[in-house]
């Protein structure tokens, strides 16, 4: 064997850095090709395109949203019982994709798994934007969205306090600490970047620009263990963190007494479902975003692979919770709670409930075939699938429960309006709108990180 | 001293494989220097060391800062139901501490997480609107493919021919004087 033949026998056996580079890169190399996304003059036009269509959605979204104010919520199809409707569907939804980009960026860090190196800025970018479209739901589902800062504990003239023993109460805690915790971890893992693009900008503004958020960071040794150091806090913070985040969404249903909510098995039920369908949105942003941008020698088909194998795992996870949900209607032998699955299985939204099965149970099977983890093209329909099913499983969760609980008298059906739909897919706007902001602006792969990436394929290679 | 001749930060060696960086700060270390740095694109095994970095405050920060997140919230929410606005909820005790803990853990972390990222800023003296390194045309590449290493003129063994010549020993690319 030559030398060169046993250096790349050497990388391609190395368990660390097995296949997530393509061959021959350099730090100059790694580093040109992620800054090039962000600097170079000419947008491609598959960018521009996207934007436009995206950027409607944006715009329906705006009006969405000021006709809800100028009208009130009476423009939904909400009514008593259902009273939570689309909006808090969406809500657990956006968060839940939110936790898929923390769980890349900090959870397989303090595992030191190398392959989220290539996928952790975007997916982190992803939380960002997820959690924000989250956050406006609670807000807009007030029917006076002026008095939403009376759930934050404040010395006010009428001696009023929170209900802490409110989930609702937790859940603003869970959220804000979630979004400012996402923010400062994006941050301090751009800082070292947005160094780079100083120093590789050319057009003064932009030097200016990045400079100035680099805040003078120089990669000084010294820095770099503290940096490193605050980093893995970070990265360990941010790991109960997100567990906790999901598990008090879940608490708001489990703490209520309507069937189909009070379970013990919400809040983990809801925690995998959240990464089930992030680890999608990653699939549904990636896919696109390595294509358009000829970033394929960073973001490999062994991200590809783990990434399905990951939501795999998690959507068996959620499968056996739909199993549980099923087992614990006839084993509690309660009325309430029978009746609940057979109206979820063959009631109103019969439908919508196989509909959700196939996918999250049927269609989720394709991962296990290789052939499928290979194909680009079908892990991209299958992870918009995927999050179309788990947008349904929040539905099912909300909306089939709560209309009809006990007493028939009291019994609803919900139809959604336009302008459910409007505020929806108006959400998605919004998302996506960021994200084609932020891949325009900032270096979406973590370009030190993609560095250490390559000095560790160096030492493989040098090791043979 | 750097009185003597034009003003002097320090001496920069450019080096292009990490490696010998680290090798070369050690070196520096060993030959007694303590006001020098090393500048790399990404963070080096062993390279703090080599620089003489001490075990960082960080942790013993972070730990505070959850600390007093903890007590802050548990504080806010025992105060408030228990002090000044009790109330017979459901027969509920007034301190009934286990609905307490989920605001508990999210200030804790909270707190800790931005006591993480201000620390890291404030032991680093960032933001640093102006620092002599840049002064070196090449030190752009310090964030890109390059290692540089600066030996600074405040440090009493300076002396700008010796140190010169022994940085030139260390075999890098380039050696450079730094502007103030």
Not at chain 1, 424 to 448: D, N, Y
Request: with cysteine; net charge neutral; glycine share 8%.
């Amino acid at each position: 064997m030559t030398v060169e033949g046993r250096a790349k026998k050497a990388v391609n056996d190395n368990p660390v850095v097995k296949g997530l580079l393509h061959p021959g890169q350099t730090y100059l190399s790694v580093t040109e090709k992620i800054t090039e996304v962000v600097l170079t003059r000419d947008t491609p036009l598959a960018w521009m395109i996207g934007f436009a269509v995206v950027g409607m959605f944006f715009m329906i979204f705006l009006l969405a949203v000021t006709y809800l104010f100028y009208q009130g919520v009476g423009i939904w199809g909400i009514m008593v019982p259902v009273a939570w409707g689309f909006a808090i569907t969406n809500f657990v939804w956006w968060i839940g994709i939110g936790h898929a980009g923390t769980l890349i960026s900090a959870i397989l860090l303090l595992f030191r798994q190398e392959w989220r190196t290539s996928i952790n800025r975007f997916a982190e970018a992803m939380t960002i934007f997820a959690v924000a479209a989250a956050g406006m739901f609670p807000i807009l589902h007030l029917g006076r969205p002026w008095f939403a800062f009376f759930i934050m504990p404040y010395p006010n003239t009428m001696g009023l306090w929170p209900q802490w023993r409110s989930p609702l109460v937790w859940d603003l805690f869970a959220i804000s600490t979630y979004g400012t915790v996402s923010i400062v971890f994006w941050f301090i893992g751009l800082l070292p970047d947005l160094a780079t693009m100083r120093d590789r900008a050319k057009p003064k503004i932009l030097k200016t620009i990045y400079g100035m958020l680099a805040m003078g960071w120089r990669g000084s040794a010294r820095h770099w263990e503290r940096y490193k150091v605050a980093y893995f806090l970070l990265a360990a913070l941010a790991t109960p963190l997100v567990v906790s985040v999901h598990s008090i969404v879940g608490l708001d249903f489990a703490y209520a007494l309507v069937p189909g909510w009070h379970s013990t098995i919400t809040p983990p039920f809801f925690v995998a479902g959240a990464i089930y369908s992030g680890f999608a949105m990653v699939f549904t942003l990636a896919i696109p975003l390595r294509k358009v941008f000829h970033l394929e020698g960073l973001i490999t088909m062994k991200h590809m692979d783990y990434m399905a194998k990951v939501m795999l795992a998690t959507g068996l996870i959620v499968a056996y919770g739909y199993a549980m949900e099923l087992f614990m209607g006839w084993y509690s032998g309660s009325t309430f709670e029978s009746y609940l699955i057979q109206n979820r299985a063959f009631g109103p939204y019969a439908l919508w409930y196989w509909l959700l099965i196939l996918i999250n149970v049927v269609i989720v099977q394709a991962l296990w075939f290789p052939q499928v983890r290979k194909n680009l093209v079908v892990l991209f329909i299958l992870s918009i699938i995927i999050n179309i099913g788990m947008w349904l499983e929040r539905f099912i969760i909300i909306v089939v429960s709560l209309s009809r609980d006990f007493l028939p008298s009291a019994w609803g059906f919900f139809t959604p309006t336009i302008w459910d739909w409007a505020i929806l897919f108006g959400s998605m706007g919004f998302f996506f709108t960021m994200m084609f902001l932020f891949v325009r602006s900032m270096p979406s792969i973590s370009i030190f990180e993609v560095r250490e990436l390559v000095h560790k394929t160096h030492q493989a290679e040098a090791e043979a | 001293m750097a009185q003597d001749g034009p003003q002097l930060y320090g001496l920069m060696a450019e080096f292009e494989e990490p490696d010998d960086l680290v090798a070369a700060s050690e070196k520096v270390r060993d030959a007694g220097f303590h006001a020098f740095d090393a500048y790399t694109p990404f963070p080096i095994e062993g390279l703090g060391e080599a620089v003489g970095h001490k075990r960082s405050l960080i942790p013993i920060l972070v730990f505070s800062g959850g600390l007093i997140g903890a007590l802050t919230a548990f504080g806010m929410m025992y105060s408030s139901a228990v002090i000044f606005y009790p109330i017979n909820s459901g027969g509920r005790p007034l301190n009934s501490w286990p609905a307490f803990i989920p605001i508990t853990f999210e200030l804790t972390i909270l707190f800790a997480a931005l006591t993480a990222v201000v620390s890291m800023f404030f032991l680093n003296k960032l933001p640093m609107p102006y620092h002599p390194v840049f002064n070196v045309p090449e030190f752009q590449r310090a964030s890109q493919d390059r290692f540089f290493l600066c030996i600074e003129a405040d440090d009493p063994k300076f002396d700008l021919d010796k140190t010169r010549a022994f940085l030139e020993g260390l075999g890098p690319e380039k050696v450079s004087e730094v502007a103030p």
